[in-house]
């Protein structure tokens, strides 16, 4: 049974930073990926970026290229979201998931439970 438990979440002004981390644990095959999604109050679910586990390759949705930043620790099993220059509009509910390379909610197979993400002015 895999497990994704996201930390990090919280409230900062516009402008501002925060880092989001996700623990995996149980067994990924080394084919699946691992995600960061996020999803406002009455929008869909925005897949953000994605990591290649093995090669470490990334692919950043429009939204996030140039403030966010996905990265890994293989050691922790852990994958991080740096995100800089916060905006109002990212204010979200923002997910860890593991699943098929790719910014779409389709290919994923696990699901954090969620850290939410408020910006405020």
């Known amino acids: 049974q895999v497990q994704l438990v996201e930390s990090g979440g919280g409230s900062v002004q516009t402008g501002g930073s925060l880092r989001l981390s996700c623990a995996a644990s149980g067994y990924l095959d080394s084919r699946d990926a691992l995600c960061w999604f996020r999803q406002a109050p009455g929008k869909a679910r925005e897949g953000l970026a994605t990591?290649?586990?093995?090669?470490?390759?990334?692919k950043y949705a429009d939204s996030a290229k140039g403030r966010f930043t996905i990265s890994q620790d293989h050691a922790k099993n852990t994958v991080y979201l740096q995100m800089n220059s916060l905006k109002f509009e990212d204010t979200a509910m923002y997910y860890c998931?593991?699943?098929?390379?790719?910014?779409?909610?389709?290919?994923?197979?696990?699901w954090g439970q969620g850290t939410q993400v408020t910006i405020s002015s």
């Open positions: 990591i290649n586990r093995v090669t470490g390759t990334t």
């Open positions: 998931a593991a699943g098929y390379w790719g910014l779409s909610p389709l290919g994923i197979k696990y």
